[in-house]
């Protein structure tokens, strides 16, 4: 395992990943993985992380074993060139896996951890992996040294009072907390009983087991909180309220088939304007309905690797349009769920433990430790319901303007990021440059993936797209040290590949 400390005990790296979640291990792996080609790589990496526990951000560290993952074993390998790495290390820990298993989501944490120790194995000395225990809050650009043509270096500041240089930043801190719904309009918070971020640290465990719970967001988070609460034994009943109510799609038990379905998209048959989009998608999956064992998710699943091409296309005005009125559609049809977990929510609801109403709360009381919500359902008709906690399943903040993180709130008020103009992540340039305050010019050695380009590239936050990402601009960063070695005084030589 790379060197772990609490502080910060060298004083310069190469490259500083900040952030020690999915994003930032697996591009931490790529960069070794790439320098180790060459035996007279030198190379210092720093992965900044505030736990000692790598690899496990809100979606990994869940102890619930009815949490699944949603994309079945063979989509989620953290390595781009090896995509049975993650199905053969289920199989080495004794799952009885095949590439269409839905595995414990619990376990993938433990996955990246041992690829990353995996990845260091046989390393030569002249390329180092640091794990610093510290939480960043301030990034700044030391002044020009000398006459040297080589970037200046970065100071990342920790909360602890420490400090770190490095020749290139990689800012990987995942996804944010929720946002902020529209309950804190009507009470006043902190309010017991309203859970404003489920995730946050024993927050699901002052539910009681005869408690009535109203979950806000009727997407996979409200899944995930069903599951939870279903597990720890609850008994009381839950409520699912979305605007619009629509509940996630589930995985094809066989998709396997999807190999025998002819629905290869070829870029130049896909059209740059939102109308012709939804005609073009519309008449492949009605194609493929007819056909027998057809089915609309291989069209879906087809269409996946050319989504981000297609979002760069559409103007503004689509890329608006798209958000107002089919965002929540597609994402239900686009993020699945495993079947075994439809088939327990499917139970709960015949049980009549789970229900769904979709609406706008219009108002909320508190009466008796409970909460009295009232919902403008369809129609008009005021309903009202009375529970004993609210959960916000709304899922994260997007817009890093209302983000309350220190680092990003610094670089914001810097000019070294910009929000984009829907409020989706920061704005970015391949292979993941962060285009700063002047954004004519990307920020030099400055980089970004997963949450963070989501508005460049719309599709950025599943493990098949951060693994090719990370890849990529791994690439990028060493060829560019390396670019710098040859003509400034930093020392990094890595064999980065053509």
């Known amino acids: 395992?790379?060197?772990?400390?609490?502080?910060?005990?060298?004083n310069r790296f190469d490259v500083a990943i900040i952030g020690g979640g999915a994003s930032g291990l697996i591009t931490a792996v790529q960069l070794l993985r790439i320098a180790r080609k060459n035996p007279d790589s030198v190379l210092s990496v720093a992965l900044i992380h505030e736990?000692?526990?790598?690899?496990?951000?809100p979606a990994y560290s869940t102890t619930c074993g009815e949490h699944?993952?949603?994309?079945?074993a063979?989509?989620?390998s953290a390595i781009a060139e090896d995509r049975s790495h993650f199905l053969r290390w289920l199989v080495r820990s004794g799952i009885d896996a095949v590439p269409e298993t839905f595995a414990p989501r619990m376990m993938y944490g433990q996955y990246l951890e041992d690829t990353l120790n995996e990845t260091q194995r046989g390393l030569s000395d002249n390329i180092r992996l640091s794990i610093l225990r510290e939480h960043a809050i301030d990034l700044k650009k030391l002044p020009g040294s000398g006459n040297s043509t080589a970037s200046a270096d970065w100071a990342i500041e920790f909360a602890s009072g420490a400090s770190i240089t490095a020749g290139a930043v990689v800012v990987a801190v995942g996804n944010f907390a929720p946002e902020q719904h529209v309950v804190t309009s009507f009470m006043d918070l902190p309010c017991a009983g309203y859970h404003e971020n489920p995730w946050s640290s024993g927050g699901m465990s002052q539910i009681k087991p005869n408690q009535d719970v109203l979950m806000i967001g009727t997407g996979l988070t409200m899944i995930d909180i069903v599951l939870q609460l279903r597990s720890d034994g609850h008994r009381g009943r839950l409520i699912g309220l979305s605007r619009h109510g629509l509940l996630p799609q589930v995985h094809f038990n066989d998709e396997r088939m999807q190999d025998d379905q002819p629905t290869k998209y070829l870029p130049e048959e896909l059209p740059v304007r939102l109308n012709e989009l939804f005609h073009c998608v519309r008449q492949r999956i009605k194609a493929a309905e007819m056909r027998r064992e057809g089915n609309w998710r291989f069209v879906i699943n087809e269409l996946r690797p050319h989504t981000s091409d297609i979002w760069r296309r559409l103007n503004l005005s689509d890329r608006k349009r798209f958000l107002r009125h089919v965002r929540q559609r597609w994402e239900t049809h686009r993020h699945r769920m495993a079947p075994e977990i439809d088939t327990k929510v499917r139970a709960l609801v015949r049980a009549n433990r789970l229900s769904f109403t979709h609406g706008r709360i219009v108002d909320i009381e508190k009466a008796n430790e409970q909460f009295v919500v009232s919902v403008k359902a369809t129609g008009g008709k005021i309903e009202y319901h009375t529970v004993d906690h609210i959960?916000?399943?709304?899922g994260p903040q997007t817009d890093l303007r209302r983000v309350r993180h220190p680092l990003l709130v610094s670089m914001l008020s810097s000019g070294l990021l910009v929000a984009d103009e829907l409020g989706l992540s920061a704005k970015t340039d391949a292979p993941g440059v962060l285009i700063g305050r002047d954004e004519t010019v990307p920020v030099s050695n400055l980089y970004a993936l997963g949450a963070m380009r989501k508005g460049e590239l719309w599709e950025s936050l599943a493990i098949p797209e951060i693994r090719e990402q990370a890849k990529e601009l791994a690439q990028a960063v060493l060829q560019k040290?390396?670019?710098?070695?040859r003509t400034g005084s930093t020392l990094v030589e890595?064999?980065?590949?053509g």
């Open 494 to 497: 890595a064999a980065v590949p």
């Open 1 to 10: 395992m790379g060197t772990r400390t609490s502080g910060a005990t060298q």
């Open 68 to 72: 699944l993952l949603n994309v079945p």
């Open 74 to 76: 063979k989509g989620m």
């Open 51 to 57: 736990t000692d526990i790598l690899g496990r951000g």
């Open 391 to 394: 959960v916000n399943c709304t």
């Open 481 to 485: 040290l390396t670019d710098e070695t």
